[in-house]
């Protein structure tokens, strides 16, 4: 996949521009906001990474601006703080999400990921099945080996997210804020106790589930 | 208070208007005292024999009525009630003087002797007593004019101070609440009051440089502290292979501490240093408790215990969505850790009043007397081994957030276990009325 990277701070720039090529995809930076803008509009990336703090038109003021122009690019807003407010300001101006500084280059590459997949995910089909397990997203209802499996809102929630994302790494912090809307870090493990009563619940067809340690998740097909 | 200075102002003016009285009545019956004397005297003077002061004294009384006479000698002539004892100068009341429509009732006299007679001089003393009180008319007048007067006065003037008081009271409560920029305002008349006033911003202002020093140089160095962390937990990322992932997972770990630990220092500082309520808005607290009841029920009952929610099923507050579930959540946290082996809690959302109650009690052994005491104080951390969150900042956190909506922890010893609370006020739901 191709990225923009619209990033002042070369160290930081460097560090996503060389873990992204690692990955496998193409990524193209520019430090300041005008060329960044330039470049957001007229070529054609799959997501951007744009910092919210620039030397010359700030983040949130050339996402107004590439929005009204109609551009539709998924963007992951960068920023220092994790001030509620300019989450929301960022938001509001087109952002798609929202990552703060410093972070793990697994959790920005997870979410850029999600991201690029996103339009696809608008046209998620009705009906995902992964082996003997077979999900009716409308009806919310679960059957493993055509069974029933009895799951509570917030463990459906969890596997239809990790479904629609399959074979990528979807992050602790990704769920908090998907599943919970918690725009925080609590030091219980949530996420955990939840995926081992889904596990549970899951039976065999828990095998899909794979934990990646310190980073998150993936549900995939067995190889 | 009022009535003490009431009190004092009209013993001053009656005691004043006393002193003039007296001493004016004292200076005009001497000048008409001294104007008898002389008119008496100079009969005698200018007389030789009784006989010749009679005629003066007809003279005298044809040419002008302002004085009565009599005269003692061989015979008595003249106005004949007037006493004859009369010695020197004395007052008389005289109700049997004939009346002439300028003769009052109370009379003034002075006698005079010589050649072998005495002559006596009166006159009405109802100039004076007119005088008396015109005066005690006058002070009384001019005593409640002035009476009023000091008192709008007063009032206005210690209105204007209660305003100007009031201002500093409502500037030292909004610095009290976290606004660092609260200033007091300035008349510019260079009166007493700007120049405390001024004194008092110029404090303010350093007090702000001080805090700003102080928290930045927490906020900046778990800032700066995150910067090689992250750059830390890539390099073992990366190096995951050669790490092995059981070691690369262990460090990884460590590291996220650290990392959580620097994030909880600056959400702390970015909780206390905010005053926008941008987005703040109109929320269901008992949707929120539940929420985080049920994202922590795994939890529990992992550790073979239960969370339960009890209260409202719907109440709204004004509030921040993110920081209010923070709070929850770190109440929540708190009571897991301090439940002991079966760790049970109870959060409830209730109505006090016009506030609402938000509670989280625990199983465990509560808190000494001591420390709850302390933990009521503004800026009081809880000590580390009863915090909960590992980085010791869990408390801290929700404190903060109680702070920034203008509330505050409270803390008391349930039966069993440890009630924090924190009250917010109640909001009538817009979303639902307004449609």
Known sequence: MKFLIVEDDKDIADFIRRGLMEAGHIA??????????????????DAAVIDRLLPDIDGVTLLRQARAGGNATPVLMLTALSAVAQRVEGLEAGADDYLVKPFAFSELLARLNALARRPALNAAPPNISLGSLAVDRLKRRVTVNGAAVDLLPKEFMLLDFLLLHKGELVTRTMLLEQIWGFHFDPKTNIVETHMSRLRKKLGKAEKHLRTVRGAGYVIDEIR | MTLAYVGSFLFCMLFIGWTVLALLNKTLLGQLDSRLNEAAADIIQSSRSELNATA???????????????????????????PASITKCQSFDAADMPEDGRRGDAFRACA??????RITAASDIDVIEDTNTSVQLGFLGSGLAALLFALAAGRRLSGHYLRRLDSIRSTAASIADGDQNARLPLTHQ?????????????MLDRQRELIEAHKHSGSAIAHDIRTPLT????????????????????????????????????????????????HWRTLDLAQQARDVVEAFEPSFSDANGKITY???????????????????????????????????????????????????????????????????????????????????????????????????LTV????????????????RNDAETGG
């Open chain 2, 310 to 408: 009890k209260g409202a099923t719907a109440a709204f507050v004004h509030a921040d969505q993110n920081l209010i579930q923070q709070l929850i959540a770190n109440l929540v946290e708190n009571a897991l850790q301090h439940s002991g082996e079966k760790p049970n809690a109870e959060v409830s959302v209730s109505a006090s009043g016009a506030a609402l109650i938000l509670g989280v009690t625990d199983s465990g052994p509560g808190l000494p007397q001591s420390q709850i005491e302390r933990f009521e104080k503004p800026f009081y951390r809880l000590e580390r081994s009863y915090d909960s969150s590992g980085t010791g900042l869990g408390l801290a956190l929700a404190a903060a957030i109680a702070r920034r909506h203008k509330t505050k």
């Open chain 2, 56 to 82: 003066e004294l007809e003279r005298k009384r044809a040419e002008s009525k302002e004085f009565l006479y009599r005269l003692d000698g061989h015979s008595a002539h003249g106005e004949t009630l007037i």
């Open chain 2, 231 to 278: 750059r830390l937990r890539n390099k073992i990322e990366t190096r995951q292979r050669r790490l092995g992932s059981a070691l690369a997972a262990e460090l990884t770990a460590e590291v996220d501490a650290l990392l959580s630990l620097a994030s909880a220092l600056l959400r702390l500082a970015e909780v206390d240093n905010t005053a926008d309520q941008k």
């Open chain 2, 412 to 427: 008391a010893n349930g039966d069993p276990g440890l009630f924090v609370s924190v009250a917010l006020p109640a909001r």
């Open chain 2, 190 to 202: 260079g009166d007493e009051f700007d120049r405390v006033a001024g004194g008092f911003n110029a």
């Open chain 1, 28 to 45: 193209d930076h520019w430090p300041c906001g005008q060329d960044g803008l330039h470049h957001l509009t007229t070529g054609s990336y």
């Open chain 2, 112 to 117: 005079a002797e010589g050649q072998g007679y």
